[in-house]
């Protein structure tokens, strides 16, 4: 299983930008994709979680109304659309899938067992 993230980059306070996450390897059903950041001396902190199969869709209370996360199946592809972007925002973006996650357990970084290398995210304010 590989993830591959991208879409990070450095903009101003207010602004937007669309993060992707590209999985590979199997087939994803039955699998959970989520969305972490992480800022130097912290813990990975959860952002956003999709089920493959289904839909079904988590947030951090911190983010929900501005982030939103999507799947397209076609292209193998989880994104994560994040709006109004805050200094606090700043941090390395990983996307994580993992296998049979039961919902009270997605936002856990633990429940994952494969990470991508994480894209960087800059909001200046």
């Known amino acids: 299983v590989q993830l591959q993230a991208s879409g990070g980059g450095s903009v101003q306070s207010g602004a937007s930008l669309r993060l992707s996450c590209v999985v590979s390897g199997r087939t994803f059903s039955g699998y959970t994709i989520g969305w972490f950041r992480q800022t130097p001396g912290k813990e990975r902190e959860f952002e956003a979680s999709?089920?493959?199969?289904?839909?079904?869709?988590a947030y951090a209370d911190s983010v929900k109304g501005r982030f939103t996360i999507s799947r397209d199946i076609a292209k193998n592809t989880v994104y994560l659309e994040m709006k109004n972007l805050k200094a606090e925002d700043t941090a390395l973006y990983y996307c994580a899938t993992g296998y049979g996650i039961i919902l009270s357990a997605q936002r856990g970084a633990a429940a994952y067992d494969y990470w991508g290398q994480g894209t960087l995210v800059t909001v200046s304010s």
């Open positions: 999709i089920r493959w199969s289904g839909g079904t869709i």
